[in-house]
Structure formats: structure tokens, C-alpha cells
């Protein structure tokens, strides 16, 4: 079902404006021509119809209203059971949307802007949620799509990596979602590199785990970093120490893995770096990827026959195909089921 089918006024407010003045002209000549040829209505009356040929002008605006009441979220029903699809965004995760290549959009990562990268993480991985914005295609590269993966994987959090971009010309178009776990361990064999990057990187990062920070603080210095000890081995480890720590706290950095996976992919791949398009998405990710979505202005049958059809745990809720959240589907099954037991109290 199109979208305009499935609307009162498939039309624009321009359209809808030039309807009301038309419809309203078109009225009033008719009750002019009455009153002359019949001598209808009586003078009595007229007022009461000229209120009603007001109000019946006003129906395109009126038609358009509703449609944009039921379209921001309205109560659904399909053979008596109810669900209120406005309350979805509550009780759904919209997640936050990662800047674009984590903060270091369109050039290699060199030493300084890890410290973006570094930025980018810390925020994505407080969430449950993360929106990746694909834009036209260019916005991302696949090694930031992995350091991002990475740090969720190792961290378990954001679980949740959802996809939008620009498709059709229309921005913000819903491509799917799926588990940060699910993502990495398909894009990790997207390259050779990539694998050994992760792997070294990790590695790496253990060898610091194994230093202690400075204690107690140097109140004087107190981003103040250990001196590297001897024994660490590799050149991921040892030629990046002023990242093992934070500079504000003295402590353990404790994305220093993903900064120095990103370190190492810039070095090596960056110079010609693979763009993530809608068509690269599919490709690397359509075994896990959940692409299943319902439309808040679709008609209520479909949206209850689309939810009840899916298997995922998890169900996007668009807006005129642009992504609105996350919602878990045991969410709308309690909904269904206390409607459910509604009913039967009622009786």
C-alpha cells in the first residue's frame, strides 16, 4: 500500500490551502444562484448555511490536520486489538547518531586526531544505541566503521548499531540494524589487513594493562604517565606510549586498544580508503542485518501484520520511511497482551 493510498488528503498544504479558497467561491455562487432563481434560503436560514458552506470548505484543511495527528503516532486497531503506536518512541531507543568516520571525516588519522576518535567512542559507547548516517555513500570509511565496532564488541556497549542513509535522494532513510558483535565479525574478513590490525592493536593494548598508573598521584602533574617500561614488545606498543594513560587523570585509557587500532589503520590503509555506500552495506553485512521496519503512516493492518510476520527481537519504527527508534518487540507484545486481558476484564 503507497503511502498516499493510505492517507485522507494525499496532497500538499499549498494544495490544500487553494482547495478551501476554490471550494469555498464555488459555495457561495451556488447559494447565489439559489437565492436568485428559487428565492432559497429565506433570509431566516441563510446564516445557518453560510456557517455550513464555511465548514464544508474548511474539510481539505481538516482532512490534512488528521492526517498529521496519525502520521506523529495514533492509537491503531485491527479486529479489536489496540496499540498505541504514538506511546512507541517511550518505550523505544532512538540512540545517538556517531559523527561522521568517528570525528575525523575525509583525511587519514594521525596521532592527534585519535584524540577525536577518542571522543567519538567515549560518547557512543554510553549507549545501547549508536545511528550510523551513511549519507550519500562517502561519509564513512569501513577502518573507522571497525575501530567503532571494535570498542562496542570489547566493551559490549553500544549493542545496537543502527543504519541510515540517503537514499532516493531522502535523508535519514532507514537501511537496517544489527549487533555490534555480528557486524565486526563480518567486516573484520572484509580485508586482510583489517583482521591483523584488531589482533595487534588488542595485543598492545594488554602489554599496558600490566602497568601500574602512577600512585599515589603527583598533585603537581597529574596527568602524569608512567615511564614505559623495557619489557613491552611490538611497535604498536612501543611507539605510542603518551596514549596508554589519560592525560587529565593519570589513569589507564581504557579505549587505548581502538586508538591504537586506529592508529595502525591509518598507517597502513587509509591513503586509499574503502567508502561504505547502501550497495558496500548489503554486501559486507546482509546475513545480520535486520532491515525489517514499521511505518507509523502505514495503515494499521499492515503494520500489525508486518510486526506479527518479524522474528527479530528487535523492530525499527520509521516515520514516511526516515528512522524514529528501536523498539523491543516483547514491548509491543505486553501491549497487545494487556489490551488483550482488557478486553476479557471488560466482559
Known amino acids: 500500500m503507497s503511502e498516499s493510498t493510505s492517507r485522507f488528503w494525499p496532497f500538499d498544504a499549498r494544495v490544500s490551502i487553494v482547495s478551501t479558497i476554490a471550494l469555498l467561491v464555488v459555495l457561495l455562487l451556488l447559494v447565489v444562484v439559489l437565492r436568485v432563481t428559487i428565492d432559497w434560503p429565506s433570509e431566516e436560514s441563510e446564516n445557518i448555511l453560510l456557517i455550513g458552506v464555511l465548514l464544508l470548505s474548511l474539510l481539505p484543511v ?8 496519525i502520521e506523529r503516532g495514533g492509537v491503531i486497531e485491527y ?3 489496540k496499540i498505541d503506536f504514538s506511546q512507541v518512541p517511550r518505550v523505544g531507543i532512538s540512540g545517538i547518531t556517531v559523527p561522521v568516520n568517528i570525528g575525523v571525516r575525509g583525511e587519514p588519522v594521525n596521532d592527534s586526531s585519535t584524540t577525536q576518535i577518542l571522543d567519538a567512542l567515549k560518547q557512543a559507547t554510553a549507549c545501547d544505541v549508536v545511528i550510523i548516517d551513511l549519507e550519500e555513500g562517502r561519509a564513512w570509511w569501513e577502518t573507522r566503521l571497525l575501530v567503532l565496532l571494535a570498542g562496542a564488541e570489547r566493551l559490549k556497549r553500544p549493542d545496537k548499531i543502527v543504519f541510515i542513509g540517503t537514499d532516493a535522494g531522502k535523508e535519514h532513510r532507514f537501511q537496517g540494524w544489527a549487533y555490534a558483535g555480528d557486524l565486526l565479525r563480518h567486516l573484520v574478513h572484509a580485508h586482510p589487513q583489517y583482521l591483523r590490525s584488531l589482533q595487534t ?4 593494548a594488554r602489554q599496558w594493562e600490566l602497568v601500574e598508573p602512577i600512585n599515589p598521584a603527583n598533585p603537581a602533574n597529574p596527568g602524569a604517565a608512567p615511564i614505559q617500561p623495557p ?3 611490538g611497535a604498536l606498543a612501543t611507539q605510542h606510549p603518551w596514549m596508554a594513560f589519560d592525560g587529565a587523570t593519570g589513569l589507564a585509557n581504557v579505549l587505548l586498544a581502538e586508538q591504537l587500532l586506529a592508529t595502525d589503520l591509518g598507517e597502513k590503509l587509509e591513503r586509499e580508503p574503502r567508502t561504505i555506500s547502501l550497495v558496500r ?3 559486507l553485512f546482509r546475513p545480520v542485518l535486520n532491515t525489517e521496519s514499521i511505518d ?3 495503515a494499521s493492518d499492515r503494520q500489525i501484520s508486518t510486526f506479527l510476520d518479524g522474528e527479530a527481537p528487535y523492530v525499527a519504527i520509521t516515520q514516511n520511511g526516515s528512522y524514529a527508534t528501536l523498539v523491543a ?3 509491543i507484545l505486553n501491549a497487545l497482551v494487556k489490551t ?7 466482559k
Open 231 to 233: 619489557w613491552l614488545q
Open 62 to 69: 481538516l482532512l490534512a490536520v488528521v492526517d498529521v495527528l
Open 340 to 346: 488483550l486481558v482488557a478486553r476479557k476484564e471488560a
Open 281 to 283: 552495506l548489503s554486501e
Open 201 to 204: 592493536a588488542r595485543a598492545a
Open 79 to 81: 479486529k479489536g486489538v
Open 296 to 298: 507509523q503512516s502505514w
Open 329 to 331: 518487540r516483547l514491548s
